[in-house]
Structures are given as C-alpha cells and as structure tokens.
C-alpha cells in the first residue's frame, strides 16, 4: 500500500500592507523561487505565511490551506512555497496585490525524491508552465520510482480574474543569477519586463510589448 507522504496544491496568498507588495515587486522575488512556510496568528487565527530565508514576508494563505499545513508540520514533513503567479486587482481601491504559490509538502523519509520532484517543477513555472502538483496514488508512485524524475503531463490553470491584474515576472533566459543581474524578465503574458534603474532613477517596472522595438 502506498504510503502517505506527500501533498501538493497551488494556493492564493494575500499580502497585508504595501510593503509586502514592494517585495512582491523587487527583484529577489521571481516566479520559480522556492520560498519558507512559517506559521503565525492573524487576526486570532494561526496561518500560513509565505516567507523568504531573510525574513520578509511575501503574504498569508487562507484559513483552510493554513490548518492543513498546519497538520503536515505536525508530522514534521518537509514543506516549500514556490512563488507561481503575482498580481494587481484595482478593486476595491486603492487595490492591492496578490498571488499565488505552488505548495510541496513530504514526509522526510522521501525527501531526496521529492526535492528533486519540487526542482524540476521550479525550472518549469520558471519558464511559464504550470504543471500539476495535487498529485495522488499512480502519481506519487511514479515520483517514488523516478527517484523524483518524473513530471505530470498535465497542466494547472491559471487563476481567475480581472484584466487588471499584473501577473508576476519570469527570468528572461531561464538564468536566475544573469536575469537579476540584468533586470530582464518576461512576464505571464509574453510582455518585456524590465526591474532595474535608467539615468539613476529606478523603475519599479517597465513593461513593453513584444513587438515594440526594445533598446
């Protein structure tokens, strides 16, 4: 009988103040990135927040996935949130920004399985694809007998939602270390995006359509 060791699902965050969504906005914060799951009160309620290895909080889970994270950390399996998806919804104004991350969760035992499960899947949301990851039984066995090679042939769809929303920034050559240093990156929707500073002003983001020439 196949163990129970693993859980996978993309969940919504939401951010609380504006200077989540400046981190959201920066550089350090590229869909693909692999952040921590800590878990603290919010309004009298414990919560999952998603946070990177210095502290900054990106944003909270809604209850639900919260108390099931909450149940695996019991467990003490292995859980990491995988920045998927980044957005802006104009209403209610001022509007705010939020997003979404791809959760893997395991028992430690398979740790070694999974991590590689959970790398492939980042080099895959790293370049626009999104595979499914609330995977069950056949699945989980495949991971298991792959040794963490292999990946589901289908796709997750991406979250609903208003035209207003800015989705989140991808690398532009797939190189994390060249992407940042450049502040080149392409966003969910194939627009040029450009993090980085012009004439020593900074700009928080630039976006240029395709077929515009870009200098």
């Known amino acids: 009988m196949l163990p129970d060791c693993y859980f996978g699902a993309y969940a919504r965050f939401d951010t609380t103040s504006k200077k989540d969504a ?3 906005l920066g550089s350090n914060c590229i869909i693909g990135d692999v ?3 800590e878990f603290k009160p919010l309004e009298g309620q414990t919560r999952a927040w998603v946070v990177n290895d210095y502290g900054d909080t990106l944003g909270y889970l809604d209850e639900q996935t919260s108390h099931k994270l909450n149940l695996l950390a019991a467990k003490n399996w292995e859980m990491h949130a995988v920045l998927s998806f980044v957005a802006f919804t104009d209403q209610p104004e001022p ?18 399985d999974f991590d590689t499960f959970m790398r492939t899947t980042m080099k895959s949301l790293a370049q626009g694809i999104r595979p499914r990851i609330d995977i069950k039984n056949q699945g989980v066995q495949s991971i298991l007998d792959s040794h963490g090679t292999w990946q589901p042939s289908q796709r997750a769809d991406m979250p609903k939602g208003d035209p207003q929303e800015i989705p989140g920034l991808y690398r532009l050559d797939g190189s994390k270390e060249q992407g940042r240093e450049q502040g080149l990156f392409f966003d969910q929707l194939g627009i040029l995006a450009s993090i980085g ?3 020593g002003v900074r700009l928080k983001k630039l976006r240029v359509v395709l077929d515009t020439p870009f200098h």
């Open 22 to 24: 400046a981190i959201l």
């Open 35 to 37: 952040f921590n799951i």
């Open 95 to 112: 509007g705010f920004y939020w997003g979404e991350v791809a959760i893997f969760c395991y028992d430690k035992v398979h740790q070694s």
């Open 197 to 199: 500073r012009i004439g």
